[in-house]
């Protein structure tokens, strides 16, 4: 078996390798909007905390 030849899925390539990026794709979208609502969540959190704890004047 050749890399060409296994490149080629058996002559599946064309539906493979969209899958693969298809599949790369949605957990590259999940990681990413995963981090981005951990960074909103902190956000809030801190600013919750800001204004609970902030010395009275």
């Known amino acids: 078996m050749t890399f060409f030849s296994w490149l080629s899925m058996g002559g599946y390539a064309a539906y493979v390798w969209p899958a693969f990026g298809i599949v790369f794709s949605v957990l590259a979208y999940n990681g990413v909007n995963a981090y981005r609502n951990y960074r ?16 009275h004047s």
């Not at 909103?40 to 704890?53: C, D, G, P, V, W």
Request: aromatic share 6%; glycine share 0%.
């Open 40 to 55: 909103a969540i902190l956000k809030q959190l801190r600013l919750s905390y800001e204004t609970s704890h902030a010395p």
